[in-house]
């Protein structure tokens, strides 16, 4: 590189001071000759801001008025931030100090390069993936997101057996590097998702458009998860399940979207009924609001420009088939025993 792009570190926090006090401190080790540190707060309420103007004078903040999820809340605060790379960063991430720079280097390879993720490790056991984003994500022909490193509820143990670099589908929000220009050209995340899945919508977005999303071996992270909502909080199955149809309605042509939309309402009552014999009604509960909520979003329109798409068949990192059968009836439980040649 002749030119040393300018970095920015961006740490969205809402109520996380005990995140940042345990996790900041290896940020601020990060190496990068032309490095911002950021953090935009989602109106907490937990004195957040009061540690940060204690122990931490130098670092930027920028303060939303209210919570704005983890949508609005980016939007919001990436207005205000200049740097030729974001960089979005969890608060219950631990970094080492040269994670930057093999991911920027790769990302300089390619001007086509929009968006990139390094590997995303298990705090609690770091010689395991971590659930949001592994060794990168993929997606099959339904929308069911996946990573290289994590099947669903089946972790792998990190062997060495993912360490090439190249395309992926879509980068973790957890830990996530974009080109500022794309984000603006891409308008951002769409703010009806308010979390969960906007970073897959903004990767699909950035495919549709031209641009690629890369998995950065060479760089690693290591992220606690679930610090805001936990698995077993029906918000998040709600959004889970909401943002998943938004996904396909935003990224696919209309009749594609209307059909495959159609296969997974059936496909979301089969959960319905699964989360009722478990007897997570909360859930199940959930589940319904979803729908009944895309459908109201439908309805009131909003959301990022639909950018023109690609043809469905140059998205790499889209797994033709169902990943759903593949793993839960054809047990195949980690992504090695996936076929190839399923992969677009």
């Known amino acids: 590189m002749t030119n040393t792009p300018k970095v920015a570190i961006v740490i969205l926090n809402w109520n996380g001071v005990k995140y940042l006090r345990d996790f900041l401190p290896s940020v601020l080790t990060s190496i990068w000759p032309n490095l911002d540190i950021v953090v935009g707060d989602n109106g907490s309420t937990d004195g957040s801001i009061d540690f940060l103007r204690q122990h931490y004078p130098t670092i930027r903040i920028i303060q939303n008025d209210q919570n704005y999820g983890f949508t609005g809340g980016y939007n919001r605060v990436l207005e205000q931030v200049e740097a030729d790379y974001f960089i979005l960063l969890n608060s219950d991430v631990e970094v080492h100090p040269g994670w930057i720079a ?135 199955t709600f959004l889970n399940f909401r943002n998943n149809l938004l996904l396909l309605r935003n990224n696919l042509s209309f009749w594609r979207g209307m059909v495959i939309i159609f296969i997974r309402f059936w496909m979301d009552l089969l959960a319905i009924v699964r989360f009722l014999n478990e007897g997570k009604r909360k859930d199940a509960w959930a589940v319904s609001r979803a729908h009944q909520n895309f459908v109201v979003q439908l309805f009131k329109g909003g959301g990022p420009k639909r950018n023109k798409r690609s043809n469905l068949h140059t998205l790499k990192g889209m797994y033709r088939g169902s990943i759903v059968w593949d793993f839960f009836m054809k047990k195949k439980h980690v992504f090695s025993s996936l076929d190839p040649q399923k992969f677009y």
């Open 102 to 236: 093999p991911v920027i280097s790769l990302m300089e390879s390619d001007a086509l390069i929009a968006a990139a993720a390094p590997k995303i490790k298990a705090f609690a056991e770091k010689d395991h993936f971590e659930h949001a984003g592994a060794a990168g994500g993929f997606i099959d022909e339904y929308g069911y997101p996946f990573c290289r490193g994590r099947m669903f509820y089946e972790i792998e143990q990190d062997k060495g057996q993912y360490e090439q670099s190249g395309e992926i589908f879509w980068a973790s929000g957890a830990a996530m590097f974009v080109k500022k220009k794309y984000w603006v050209e891409a308008g951002g995340f769409d703010d009806r998702f308010f979390a969960h899945m906007e970073e897959i919508d903004l990767c699909w977005r950035l495919k549709n458009m031209g641009y690629k999303v890369v998995y950065c071996a060479e760089s690693e992270v290591y992220h606690v998860g679930g610090g805001t909502l936990n698995t077993e909080n029906p918000f998040k």
